[in-house]
């Protein structure tokens, strides 16, 4: 038997199944859905998989597409090293 995964979200291995279930489960608009999932949080931003997750929301929400709005985008944390902020001399001069 093949694998018939539809993976709708590359970034956050969120397939077309995932989506349903979670809209299913009652998260009925697409910041919740991006909450629960993950959609729209990945290293794209939803640039890859933006359009397929509103359409499929749109689907079965039965919310029309054209008034749906692509969630607000954060760009993604990008980790400090503990060593850098243990080294620091939090903005004293070295005496």
């Not at 093949?2 to 697409?30: A, H, M, P, W």
């Not at 993950?38 to 039965?62: A, D, R, W």
């Not at 993604?76 to 001399?89: E, K, T």
Request: proline share 7%; with cysteine; aromatic share 6%.
């Amino acid at each position: 038997m093949g694998n018939n995964k539809e993976i709708v979200c590359f970034c956050q291995d969120v397939t077309k199944e995932d989506l349903i279930r979670s809209i299913d489960e009652g998260y009925d608009n697409i910041e919740t859905l991006k909450r629960y999932t993950g959609v729209f949080m990945g290293p794209c931003q939803g640039k890859t998989c933006g359009m397929n997750v509103l359409k499929i929301f749109s689907e079965k929400s039965g919310q029309p597409f054209e008034e749906l709005k692509v969630p607000s985008i954060r760009p993604p944390v990008v980790p400090i090293p503990l060593g850098a902020i243990a080294n620091s001399n939090n903005g004293k001069d070295d005496e």
